[in-house]
């Protein structure tokens, strides 16, 4: 069994960052690639970046290329992601995603 518990969103202006973590409980956190989705409100889900189970490759979505950053560390059974230049069209609830187990989400809400 393993969980996984987001935080770091909350409200912030237009042009500002926001920084995502994910700690999981339980084990396997190490064997595995991690995963960042969101959810738009009338959306579907969709992925906005993965880092590999040692931290060595990392891929992001078109929407926050050049903009984010995943990172994970292994020995706390966390991974994070930071984005910058916020944009209203980055409200969501962000989600962390680990084989088949998925986190409550935390919600980010750009806005002035």
């Known amino acids: 069994q393993l969980q996984l518990v987001e935080s770091g969103g909350g409200l912030v202006q237009p042009g500002g960052s926001a920084r995502l973590s994910c700690v999981a409980s339980?084990?396997?956190?190490?064997?595995?690639?991690i995963g960042w989705f969101r959810q738009a409100p009338g959306k579907e889900r969709e992925g906005v970046s993965c880092?590999?189970?040692?931290?060595?490759?990392?891929k992001y979505a078109d929407s926050t290329e050049g903009r984010s950053t995943i990172s994970r560390d292994n020995a706390t059974n966390t991974v994070h992601l930071q984005i910058n230049n916020l944009d209203p069209e980055d409200t969501a609830i962000y989600y962390c995603?680990?084989?088949?187990?998925w986190g409550q989400g935390t919600q980010v809400t750009v806005s002035s």
């Open positions: 880092i590999s189970s040692s931290g060595d490759v990392t």
């Open positions: 995603n680990l084989n088949m187990y």
């Open positions: 339980g084990i396997g956190f190490n064997y595995f690639a």
